[in-house]
């Protein structure tokens, strides 16, 4: 009887007050339908890429509804049982999973996913978690315990190999100790260790990740072979020039001169067809969610929202930054998607929860002073 | 004094402050680093924007050589000699294919691949780079094309690919005329404007496929392809077509020349017919011919070798570079020559008992006929071949004017014939012989010289030409082979390609000419005619005729030839000169057997089937007379 009038006025509740934030909503939806445009073109007009690339926005969508509906209270709650979780999976993929050359999947039969997209979104929430037990700016001992919730799952996805993600995860957590306010003077401390540490990186690189960064310092020095996508993929751009060539006219796509043309380079593709003005564009969307995402993590009444929120808007902005960087030959080569436009559902899907648990968090702030 | 240890009191206000000051540091950043990324694309997409358009142009936009369509050679009416016909040739992208080896031991068990493509496949795969095509097996059959086309998927970077092949539809009969196309070497590319080549296969490697090469080619086209990564084709951006070579319209006629190669039988020799006047050549035979279809596709060394070694020599022509002794086919001319030079005149008599001496020398020049002809003038000399005339026409004119007057007919040179390689021959004179042997002239050699023995050498189209040059009474063009080149059969007046000197010989009195004429009608009509057999069945026309035999092995004094009791290698070579008719001749010409032992016997019944042909007389219409 009681959950039945708790669920009652659960529903009431979302009737009374909107869930989703539809500034936010509508960014999301026009960026993720741009990219649907310029998968169509970027696949060689398979309607079928396309289709699918839909049925998972829907999907990310509904995931993002629903998880906008629950309490940020429960996501604190579970955080460290998340976190576990995530640690866990990757423990196991490093005996059982599969993969080429690198063991980063683990296949439940039903799906086969990455564990590490899990940590995306656990260890900020980790994080957040630990950063609300204690009052704020965090001082030495909460730095360092972050640093250890952080190296941990980052280490395990480096030895996968993934570097790429590994980096990501932990950029991902490092975000929310920058917002929790360490000080300045720490945190130039820790990117001159950062800094000073590289070399020893270098040392436990694998020999494909340490090409990757020397094709990135010299892609010419290799045409034919590691600098073939940074070469083709700027052709592409500067080729497509201030308008673009014209939806589905990208030569450099096309005749498969540009590689993982409707996945990690579809920028390319976007930038030939539609120019320098698309690229702006699409950045003004991304720039438009960011600030967004910031605006509402700022609205929420509790720390561990505030901090949760505002970290996942900075990590969609790192893949972003880091993708364009790449496309641009500003950064090395690392497998990372163009946040809601390149093919494949588990980026699209995380993203879209992510965005989600912003929304929950906006949406439940009056709510969740009461705690 | 210090507080208890214990949880500070939390400040939501300054918490929610600091977050919101790290969130505008956070965004102040993202901007930035949207501006830099913005910097970078507008210094790619727009200062940038030119070289990377080129490079994406270079990318995409490949050219390609278009081969023109080879120009086509027909006969004088319209036969064709030399035809372009589809074919299939298998071809193997190195690069594409993953066990080269393992593929051509395959291929082979498919498509009976021999070793002599495999060692052409492996030269011509060496001259190119590993992603161009390289042809392993030309001229497919339709069975092997579908043999191919069902295991197609088993052969990554193998293809069957269309292309033209030369076709010689009369085989042996025209390869000395014709000649053929063969695969484009390395050698040949030295010599031609690689450009102009670049999507050739074949070129004319001989006769008129060589000598009109330039013509026959055509010009390259040109296409503006787009390409995709892996360098395949997708569509045509742009297409300059090529333009196709010119036909050659021969002089030859077809049928005369394959009734020549087939009156030859299983004897070697040549035989080359002229039309008087205009220098067309009409038959230009030497037996044995070769099978030119096969150097197309290509030779394997061991075929190639037995035609090289073969001792009846196929590969050799006769008609342009063989050299013989013109023996008695010379008498018309050193008669013309004498009667020219004021030595005799048209009723001079001289009494023939036989041989020839020298004054003051012992030596006999023996003639034919034992003891002799009895009263002879120059008609009675040609007709009946009266060697003792010539002896001493020959040795009162010397051989200096006797080389002056020869020459005018083309002896010694080149006639100019539109093929390459012809021979020059050999026309003595003291001059000559001082500078080739360093020796003076000796009176015996003027002698001898008289019946065309000696240092003489002629080729057979010399021999036919100088019998056109008497027939058209003095005057005859070049010898030719090609009437017209185009696009179209010449209407009215062939145009040559080059304008063709006239051979033009010096006559004082026609009537010098008319009796040398006279003598050559008699040798066929006369009753004494050397070789009257040839014309028992009394044929409807006059021809003109002289009969020759060119000695293969000398014979001392007072030796006797009797050919029969002659091994055939050393049997003497059997020569006929004729043209007919006599009074307006369409046609002369020059037959060699070699070892056929008596010109009248051998080469003469030769030369009248193939003015029987030539003037419309079957062999029935000639019987019902």
Known sequence: MNTAVAGIRFLRSVAARPMLDLPLVSALVATACFGLVVLYGASGEDSGTVLRQAVRLAIGLTSMTVIACLSPHHFRVWAPAFYALGLALLVLVAFLGEGRGAQRWLDLGIIRFQPSEILKLSLPMMLAWYMHRSSLPPGWRQLLVSLVIVAVPAVLIARQPDLGTAMLVATSGLFVVFLAGLSWRLITFFCVSAMALAPVLWHFMHDYQRGRVLTFLN????????????????????????????????????????????????LAVLAEEFGLLGVLLLFALYLYIIGRCLWLAGQAK??????????????????????????????????????????????????????GLIMSVYSHRRLLNRY | MKPPARKPIRDAVREAAIFRARAQVGFFLVCAVFAVLSGRYFYLQVLSHDEFTTRAENNRVKYRALAPNRGLIMDRHGVILADNRPAYRLELIPEQVPDLGETLVELGELLE??????????????????????????????????????????????????????????????????????????????????????????????????????????????????????????????????????????????????????????????????????????????????????????????????????????????????????????????????????????????????????????????????????????????????????????????????????????????????????ARGILPSRAWKRATMGEPWYPGETVIAGIGQGFNVTTPLQLAHAAAVLAARG??????????????????????????????????????????????????????????????????????????????????????????????????????????????????????????GGGSTVAAPIARQLIDAHLGYGTEEIAAQ
């Open chain 1, 302 to 355: 509790d720390s561990f929202s505030r901090l949760l929120a505002g970290a996942l808007g900075l990590t969609f902005f790192v893949y972003v930054m880091v993708n364009a960087g790449m496309i641009s030959g500003l950064l090395p080569v690392v497998g990372v998607p163009l946040p809601l436009i390149s093919y494949g559902g588990t980026s699209l899907i995380s993203l879209l929860t992510s965005f």
């Open chain 2, 475 to 596: 005057e005859s063009g070049q010898p030719h082979l090609v009437r017209h080149v185009g696009y179209e059969p010449a209407t009215g007046d062939a145009d040559h390609p080059v304008p063709r000197p006239a051979t033009r010989i010096s006559t004082t009195r026609s009537d010098h000419l008319e009796a040398v004429i006279d003598g050559m009608i008699a040798v066929v009509h006369g009753k004494r005619g050397s070789a009257r057999a040839i014309a028992a069945d009394k044929p409807p026309f006059v021809m003109a005729g002289k009969s020759g035999t060119a000695q293969v092995f000398g014979l001392a004094q007072d030796e006797e030839y009797v050919g029969d009791e002659v091994p055939r290698h050393l049997r003497d070579h059997a020569l006929f000169v004729a043209f007919a008719p006599a009074d307006e001749p369409s046609i002369a010409l020059a037959v060699v057997v070699e070892h056929g």
């Open chain 2, 113 to 422: 691949i021999s070793e002599a493509d495999i060692q052409r496949f492996h030269k011509l795969r060496k001259a190119r780079r590993s992603f161009q095509a390289v042809p392993l097996k030309l001229r497919l059959d339709e069975d092997q094309v579908a043999r191919f086309a069902v295991d197609r998927h088993h052969f990554p970077g193998v293809d069957i690919v269309p292309y033209q092949t030369r076709v010689y539809p009369l085989g042996e009969n025209l390869a000395h005329v014709v000649g053929y196309v063969g695969q484009l070497d390395a050698d040949d590319l030295r010599s031609v404007d690689s450009g102009r080549y670049a999507a050739t296969s074949h070129i004319g490697k001989i006769g008129l496929e060589q000598a009109y090469e330039n013509m026959l080619h055509g010009e390259v086209g040109r296409e503006k392809v787009e390409t995709n990564v892996q360098g395949r084709i997708l569509r045509s951006l742009d297409k300059t077509p090529a333009q196709p070579g010119h036909n050659l319209y021969l002089t030859i006629d077809s049928a005369l020349q394959q009734l020549a190669m087939a009156s030859l039988g299983d004897y070697t020799g040549a035989i080359v017919a002229i039309e008087p006047g205009s220098g067309e050549v009409l038959a230009m035979v030497s037996q044995p011919g070769y099978d030119p279809n096969a150097f197309v596709a290509g030779l394997s060394v061991a075929d190639y070798q037995a035609l090289i070694n073969s001792s009846r020599r196929p590969l050799f022509n006769r008609a342009l570079r063989g050299g013989y002794e013109p023996g008695s086919t010379i008498k018309p001319y050193m008669a013309l020559a004498g009667l020219e030079n004021g030595i005799i005149e048209l009723d001079t008599v001289m009494m023939s008992r036989g041989y020839f001496q020298l004054p003051g020398q012992p030596r006999r020049y023996r003639d034919w006929k034992r003891g002799g002809h009895g009263e002879v003038d120059v008609v009675k000399a040609l007709e009946e071949s009266v060697n003792v005339f010539f002896f001493d026409l020959a040795s009162k004119m010397g051989i200096d004017a006797i080389h002056d007057y020869l020459e005018q007919f083309g002896f010694g040179q080149p006639t100019g014939i539109d093929l390459n390689g012809e």
């Open chain 1, 219 to 266: 892609p010419e020095s290799d045409p034919l072979g590691s600098g073939w996508n940074i070469i083709q993929s700027k052709i592409a751009v500067g080729s497509g020039g201030l308008f673009g060539k014209g939806w589905m006219n990208s030569t450099q796509a096309h005749l498969e001169f540009l590689p993982e043309r409707s996945t990690d380079f579809v």
